[in-house]
């Protein structure tokens, strides 16, 4: 069975950074990318980025350019997402989800999130 | 960036009901498409992909269809389960983003 389980909640202050694992089990790590999507209190999903396993390459957002970087460790079959120069519009939900392939699909196993917190 | 506008924003039905979500693209996204199920405090599931294709494991009263800009989720059987939020989502250009969300209440 095909299990992502991510890191526990997090509260930060403003500029601080938070990084949040998603660790994968049941599958091949290597064959799929793993996508990060947000979720603000009672608001919509928004895209984050993706990381692919096997080459390391990422694409993200252009909104988190240069205030995001996305991991990925293949001999733990984890991924992480590290979030920079936090800002309380940055609390928020943060899931990992298992991409259906290797280029860019629909999203078809999710973590359970993690909430990060951003408060002075 | 592609808009991605569902409607309606709520929907009030009753179990045994069929239902229709919408979601319209601000521009051509092929059926590079979507739709996922979210119930409060958990993570989304992923309903179906490519528009039409139903995931494995979920009921078949649930349908998807549309291309190019235009796109429907049908649940033939209201089922109680099925009271949820419904997000779609463009996978075609960068960034990729979600719908607003339908909400399905009992009515």
């Known amino acids: 069975q095909v299990h992502l389980v991510q890191s526990g909640a997090e509260v930060k202050k403003p500029g601080a950074s938070v990084k949040v694992s998603c660790k994968t089990s049941?599958?091949?790590?290597?064959?799929?990318?793993i996508q990060w999507v947000r979720q603000a209190p009672g608001q919509g999903l928004e895209w984050v980025g993706w990381?692919?396993?096997?080459?390391?390459?990422?694409h993200n957002a252009q909104k988190f350019q240069g205030r995001v970087t996305m991991t990925s460790d293949s001999s733990t079959t984890t991924a992480y997402m590290e979030l920079n120069r936090l800002t309380s519009d940055d609390t928020a939900v943060y899931y990992c989800?298992?991409?259906?392939?290797?280029?860019?699909?629909?999203?078809?196993?999710w973590g359970p999130g993690t909430m990060v917190i951003v408060s002075s | 960036d592609i808009q991605m506008t569902q409607s309606p924003s709520t929907l009030s039905a009753s179990v045994g009901d069929r239902v229709t979500i919408t979601c319209r693209a601000s521009?051509?996204?092929?059926?590079?498409f979507a739709w996922y199920q979210q119930k409060p405090g958990k993570a989304p599931k992923l309903l179906i992909s490519?528009?039409?294709d139903l995931e494995t494991g979920v009921p078949s009263r649930f349908s998807g269809s549309g291309s190019g800009t235009e796109f429907t989720l049908t649940i033939s059987r209201l089922q109680p389960d099925d009271f949820a939020t419904y997000y779609c989502?463009?996978?075609?250009?960068?960034?990729?983003?979600f719908g607003q969300g339908t909400k399905v209440d009992i009515k």
């Open positions: 989502q463009q996978y075609h250009n960068y960034p990729w983003t």
């Open positions: 990381v692919n396993p096997k080459s390391g390459g990422t």
């Open positions: 989800a298992r991409d259906q392939g290797t280029y860019g699909l629909a999203f078809d196993m």
């Open positions: 521009q051509n996204i092929d059926k590079w």
């Open positions: 049941g599958y091949t790590f290597n064959d799929h990318y």
């Open positions: 490519k528009a039409s």
